[in-house]
């Protein structure tokens, strides 16, 4: 999963998300450092602080979705323009080697591999893990990837 955050206390709302998810949806294994970047996007807006996060779930994909969607309304997290500035948001990266596309929910994330603020924290924690889509590692993804933002670990 990633974390993204750019408004408010941004530590504390991935600290509340991290613990949420880990009472809620399953337990958390394992976690990158935090990474600040610049919006992505919609750029006009303050930076972002994110972080990767390995899950073990027993929930099936659909609720794991249903869940951290709870998560973000529960931190307080309003849905008023795409890319737009917010105090939460988690993504699901992967789900095992699971390839799946449905209305709500497309795993793997289609976008990851073109954020390199997502693939960084992801390389951090699993550089040889094979996008099962493209069949390339999180390492090669993130040395190829076109996104030229700067990502530096977040000194808070």
Known sequence: MLLGGNLGDRTLYLQQARESINQQVGTLTHSSKVYETAAWGKTEQPNFLNQVLEVQTELPPEQVLQSINQIEQ???RV?????????IDIDI????DL????????IPHPQ????RFTLLP????APELEHPVLHTSINQL?????DELEVWEFEG
């Open 79 to 87: 849905r008023h323009e795409h890319w737009g500035a917010r105090v």
């Open 112 to 115: 990851l591999h073109l954020r």
């Open 93 to 96: 990266l992967f789900y095992d």
């Open 99 to 106: 390839v799946q596309q449905t209305q709500r929910l497309i």
């Open 74 to 76: 529960e931190l307080g």
């Open 142 to 146: 993130l040395q190829a990837c076109p």
């Open 122 to 125: 992801l390389a951090e924690l």
